[in-house]
């Protein structure tokens, strides 16, 4: 069973540590953890020693293991490194092999959580868009039918026809293809004789 949270960093304790320089002595060292601002193990040779003797990122453990009742091994991700622990009973051992599963296991289930809330905002943004697009839509088919009401009076479409001296010029962004073709069949349809001359600027491409 996980320990929690708080019981996690408020743990701490003495355990001896293998030394990875040969003769491979046993060293005791005092044990804690830090969760913020990322999950990390520090050791120091006493308690009131301020800069630990060393760390052990919690993200860089690849694998706890109890070998004995009273060894711990912990192994480290891409690396042989291996740090080789023992404690003075078999329930000190099972308390810190259970605190040392539970910080990997919060550090491995804080990037799902990053995962979850990027996944509902990305959610959140497509709805947004979807919004967007439809009142962009809607805005468009309005737009269309008043400019196809206007083209199809005679009256109304040679003085657009005058005023623009026979050449239309729309810049209409990304919908610049849908008006372009639209307003060349609406104008061709007219007058073919009318020299049209849209100048569209496509930034979809």
């Not at 069973?1 to 060292?29: C, H, I, V």
Request: charged fraction near 25%.
């Amino acid at each position: 069973m996980a320990m929690n949270q708080e019981k996690l960093e408020t743990m701490s304790g003495y355990m001896d540590k293998q030394s990875p320089k040969f003769p491979f002595p046993w060293q005791k060292r005092f044990f804690r953890f830090q969760l913020k601002p990322k999950p990390i193990v520090l050791y120091y040779q006493k308690p009131s020693d301020t800069t630990p003797k060393g760390t052990i990122a919690a993200d860089k453990i690849a694998e706890v293991l109890k070998t004995k009742r009273t060894r711990l091994v912990i192994s480290l991700v891409s690396t042989a490194r291996k740090y080789y622990l023992r404690t003075s009973t078999a329930e000190n051992c099972d308390n810190w092999y259970e605190a040392l599963q539970t910080l990997v296991e919060i550090t491995q289930a804080k990037p799902n959580e990053q995962k979850v809330k990027r996944s509902a905002a990305a959610v959140a943004e497509t709805k947004e868009n979807m919004e967007c697009m439809k009142l962009v839509h809607k805005n468009l088919v309005a737009g269309l039918r008043q400019a196809t009401a206007i083209l199809q009076n005679k009256a109304c479409f040679q003085k657009f026809a005058q005023f623009m001296e026979h050449q239309s010029y729309f810049d209409l962004g990304s919908f610049a293809p849908i008006f372009g073709n639209y307003f060349r069949a609406v104008l061709a349809f007219k007058n073919p004789n009318i020299e049209v001359n849209l100048k569209l600027d496509d930034v979809s491409r």
